[in-house]
């Protein structure tokens, strides 16, 4: 069993920069391939970067590509999301999720977090 809880959410202006963090806990969460995602109001959740086990391995999502960037600390147990240049579009909720292997985590995850607010105002 693998436990994740999201921050680092806020309010920023647009083009301003945030950091979201995901702290994992459980005696396997270093093995998993992270990822994270998020859902707009009205909208389905889009799959946004994910970072494999090791924190070798990354990909993102085009729309983002560029703006956000993740990483992953295992000796804190932490996944990031530095996310710059945000747009007003980009106001969600942020999820953070596990998953056994990072090519497949876009469409199959095995742990999701609770979620944090990022709210960009123009």
């Known amino acids: 069993q693998v436990q994740l809880v999201e921050s680092g959410g806020g309010l920023v202006q647009a083009g301003g920069s945030l950091r979201l963090s995901c702290a994992a806990s459980?005696?396997?969460?270093?093995?998993?391939?992270m990822g994270w995602f998020r859902q707009a109001p009205g909208k389905e959740r889009e799959f946004l970067a994910a970072?494999?086990?090791?924190?070798?391995?990354?990909y993102y999502a085009d729309s983002v590509k560029g703006r956000f960037t993740i990483s992953r600390d295992n000796a804190k147990n932490t996944v990031y999301l530095q996310m710059n240049s945000l747009k007003p579009e980009d106001t969600a909720v942020y999820y953070c999720?596990?998953?056994?292997?990072?090519?497949?985590?876009?469409?199959?995850?095995?742990?999701w977090g609770q979620g944090t607010q990022v709210t960009v105002s123009s």
């Open positions: 999720a596990a998953a056994d292997r990072m090519v497949t985590i876009a469409t199959a995850q095995d742990y």
């Open positions: 459980g005696r396997t969460a270093r093995a998993y391939a």
């Open positions: 970072v494999s086990w090791s924190g070798g391995g990354t």
